[in-house]
């Protein structure tokens, strides 16, 4: 089994590079013109959004077979595809609940995996921690050094007692752990990744991301790629090297907002004047938990800064505008430019989820903003940290920052006007523009 991430930024040629690998498999078979392609491989490729399967369904010629719920449940579709050894387009949601039995089918079948961006390999599950203290008591279940959830009732019949059964079945496949304060995670099976024959991920940035973190954590190895366009036209994977990106071009071409005072003596501060304590640190300002625990002065200030952005300091239609922050916070912020539809139609507004990724929907948009600084969970970078793994937390902010900067115009080489009032993602951005990444020393500042 091999692992390959090809680690490239947004529009090198990834999705392109795997669509090609795929292609070149396939060789024309039958039907009158020989239109009808065969392969000897068979694919799993993985995808977050609905929209991105149809697009691989329609540039590729191996006959992909997209899964449906119209003769019962779509994942019941799924185990029969993959019993019938075809190649399978899904979305990440499906593929996190393939399950023991399943994934011994894809082994058996020699599956290829192609995932487009990294998977949600870690969630917190606060249902079971009630439970979990409970079996404790009962003598149902053990705590083993590394803090994995054991099953060692063996007189526990699922059968007939179905209330503790999914702890059962996840502990016994070594999927749940316990953190202090009975915080229950469940990560995905690494059987996930293991039983195929190989492994293509698609990502950018992937020291940062949460899934090497588990890579690590399962001792799976991996090898990282760049990817490029040879002379012949052709996509072809190189050893790792982020000094091929573009990234003097892209800094040409963002146009970031900084606080300034003209010649005229025209001032503005939007990226200093939303928090009203004394003595405020900059570090941390519009993190999660402040976002939460802003007063209303302060959130009526940013709602000030993102409607006088796109109106004043860069007047952009609604339409070309994109923005982001987090979603219990939007509401507040929402505004004439910045438009939030409480009831989730994306189709009358122009919030953007801030962990968007994978989509070319936005790419007419001229000017975004960014109203957050992005902190990994604390419970989450302590679930990997009391394992032994670092994590570095510049590298995440970085690459999700990254990712919604291509969601939008700079994806075709155009100009965008960006509001980003943290100072600390405005900072990891300059790292970025000077391949300064991966620096840990320049985090913990």
């Given at each position: 089994m091999n692992i390959k991430v090809i680690d490239a930024i947004c529009g090198a040629g990834k999705s392109s590079y795997a669509i090609q690998m795929m292609n070149d498999s396939s060789k024309a078979g039958f039907g009158v013109n020989r239109e009808f392609y065969t392969s000897d491989k068979k694919f799993i490729y993985v995808t977050p959004f609905l929209s991105e399967i149809e697009r691989v369904i329609n540039n590729t010629k191996v006959e992909f077979s997209e899964p449906t719920n119209k003769k019962g449940s779509?994942?019941?579709?799924?185990?029969?595809?993959?019993?019938?050894?075809?190649?399978?387009?899904m979305t990440h949601e499906l593929f996190s609940r393939l399950d023991e039995e399943t994934l011994s089918d894809i082994e058996f079948e020699g599956y290829i995996l192609i995932m487009d961006e990294v998977a949600n390999v870690l969630?917190?599950?606060?249902?079971?921690?009630?439970?979990?203290?409970?079996?404790?008591?009962?003598?149902?279940?053990?705590?083993?050094?590394?803090?994995?959830?054991?099953?060692?009732?063996?007189?526990?019949?699922?059968?007939?007692?179905?209330?503790?059964?999914?702890?059962?079945?996840?502990?016994?496949?070594?999927?749940?752990?316990?953190?202090?304060?009975?915080?229950?995670?469940?990560?995905?099976?690494?059987k996930a990744f293991l039983c195929f024959n190989e492994v293509y991920l698609l990502t950018y940035l992937f020291d940062g991301q949460i899934q090497k973190y588990y890579y690590e954590l399962h001792n799976v190895k991996y090898e990282k790629f760049s990817v490029r366009k040879n002379l012949n036209g052709r996509y072809e994977l190189t050893e790792y090297n982020s000094?091929?990106?573009?990234?003097?071009?892209?800094?040409?071409?963002?146009?970031?907002?900084?606080?300034?005072?003209?010649?005229?003596?025209?001032?503005?501060?939007?990226?200093?004047?939303?928090?009203?304590?004394?003595?405020?640190?900059?570090?941390?300002?519009?993190?999660?938990t402040w976002l939460r625990n802003a007063s209303d002065e302060d959130l009526r200030q940013l709602n000030n800064n993102t409607r006088n952005f796109?109106?004043?300091?860069?007047?952009?239609?609604?339409?070309?505008?994109?923005?982001?922050?987090?979603?219990?916070?939007?509401?507040?912020?929402?505004?004439?430019?910045?438009?939030?539809?409480?009831?989730?139609?994306?189709?009358?507004?122009?919030?953007?989820?801030l962990n968007i990724r994978a989509t070319n929907e936005y790419a007419n948009c001229t000017a975004m903003?960014?109203?957050?600084?992005?902190?990994?969970?604390?419970?989450?970078?302590?679930?990997?940290?009391?394992?032994?793994?670092?994590?570095?937390?510049?590298?995440?902010?970085?690459?999700?920052?990254?990712?919604?900067?291509?969601?939008?115009?700079?994806?075709?080489?155009?100009?965008?006007?960006?509001?980003?009032?943290?100072?600390?993602?405005?900072?990891?951005?300059?790292?970025?523009?000077?391949?300064?990444?991966?620096?840990?020393?320049?985090?913990?500042?």
């Amino acid at each position: 089994m091999n692992i390959k991430v090809i680690d490239a930024i947004c529009g090198a040629g990834k999705s392109s590079y795997a669509i090609q690998m795929m292609n070149d498999s396939s060789k024309a078979g039958f039907g009158v013109n020989r239109e009808f392609y065969t392969s000897d491989k068979k694919f799993i490729y993985v995808t977050p959004f609905l929209s991105e399967i149809e697009r691989v369904i329609n540039n590729t010629k191996v006959e992909f077979s997209e899964p449906t719920n119209k003769k019962g449940s779509k994942y019941e579709h799924v185990k029969k595809l993959i019993e019938d050894g075809k190649s399978i387009a899904m979305t990440h949601e499906l593929f996190s609940r393939l399950d023991e039995e399943t994934l011994s089918d894809i082994e058996f079948e020699g599956y290829i995996l192609i995932m487009d961006e990294v998977a949600n390999v870690l969630e917190q599950v606060q249902a079971y921690s009630k439970d979990i203290e409970y079996l404790l008591k009962a003598g149902a279940i053990e705590i083993s050094l590394d803090r994995e959830i054991i099953w060692i009732d063996d007189e526990y019949d699922i059968s007939s007692n179905g209330n503790y059964r999914d702890i059962k079945v996840l502990s016994e496949r070594g999927n749940l752990f316990l953190e202090e304060g009975n915080i229950v995670f469940w990560t995905m099976p690494v059987k996930a990744f293991l039983c195929f024959n190989e492994v293509y991920l698609l990502t950018y940035l992937f020291d940062g991301q949460i899934q090497k973190y588990y890579y690590e954590l399962h001792n799976v190895k991996y090898e990282k790629f760049s990817v490029r366009k040879n002379l012949n036209g052709r996509y072809e994977l190189t050893e790792y090297n982020s000094l091929l990106e573009p990234r003097d071009e892209i800094e040409e071409l963002l146009n970031i907002y900084e606080d300034y005072q003209s010649p005229t003596g025209r001032k503005s501060s939007m990226n200093s004047n939303y928090d009203s304590r004394k003595n405020p640190n900059e570090y941390y300002q519009l993190s999660g938990t402040w976002l939460r625990n802003a007063s209303d002065e302060d959130l009526r200030q940013l709602n000030n800064n993102t409607r006088n952005f796109f109106r004043n300091q860069f007047p952009t239609d609604n339409s070309n505008i994109f923005w982001t922050t987090l979603k219990g916070v939007a509401p507040k912020l929402k505004n004439v430019k910045c438009k939030f539809n409480k009831k989730g139609d994306r189709s009358k507004d122009n919030y953007v989820p801030l962990n968007i990724r994978a989509t070319n929907e936005y790419a007419n948009c001229t000017a975004m903003a960014y109203i957050y600084n992005r902190f990994m969970n604390p419970i989450e970078k302590n679930f990997f940290r009391n394992r032994g793994i670092d994590v570095d937390e510049g590298q995440l902010a970085m690459s999700d920052l990254i990712q919604f900067l291509f969601r939008g115009c700079i994806r075709k080489g155009e100009p965008m006007n960006c509001y980003i009032p943290s100072s600390r993602m405005r900072s990891l951005l300059n790292q970025w523009f000077s391949y300064e990444e991966g620096n840990l020393e320049y985090e913990e500042e």
